[in-house]
């Protein structure tokens, strides 16, 4: 089973910034634990600051064999992006919408999101956890 996680701009830094919103692990060891404890899961992680890498890459999963779903954080992305938003309504693979922080909970422009519509659902405010929580979803999805 495979499982695609898609980090928007900013989270290769995490980390390394804002550790009080979004730890002190860099998410690279996180990819690696989720490894170890989910062995039979193949991860496919990719990570751009680029929206347009983000829009190419969400296409190009929607067409790899045995991709049970993608974990998609948007990032800063999620609040400004139309046509991110319009990629994911594209593909057909199930998307789960991620995010760290709580966004709610954060200024009132991180409350819209333009990709959320378009997932299966979205999970925030669990740290990394977040990630966690979406692929067990993603592997219990029939």
Do not use: W
């Not at 990570?47 to 998609?72: F, M, P, R, T, Y």
């Not at 994911?88 to 760290?100: D, G, L, S």
């Amino acid at each position: 089973m495979k499982i695609a996680i898609v980090n928007g701009p900013n989270l290769n830094l995490t980390g390394k910034r804002e550790n009080d919103i979004y730890g002190s692990k860099s998410f690279e060891d996180f990819v690696s634990d989720m490894k170890k404890g989910f062995p039979q899961v193949e991860f496919l992680y990719f990570q751009s600051n680029v929206e347009g890498e983000l829009i190419n890459h969400l296409h190009e999963l929607d067409n790899v064999k045995g991709l049970k779903g993608i974990l998609l954080n948007a990032g800063g992305y999620t609040h400004t992006s139309v046509a991110l938003g319009d990629a994911v309504a594209a593909i057909e693979k199930p998307v789960v919408e991620i995010h760290m922080s709580n966004v709610f909970a954060r200024e009132d422009f991180r409350h819209v999101s333009y990709v959320g519509k378009h997932t299966i659902g979205c999970i925030a405010g669990f740290g990394m956890e977040s990630y966690l929580l979406g692929i067990l979803k993603l592997m219990n999805q029939a």
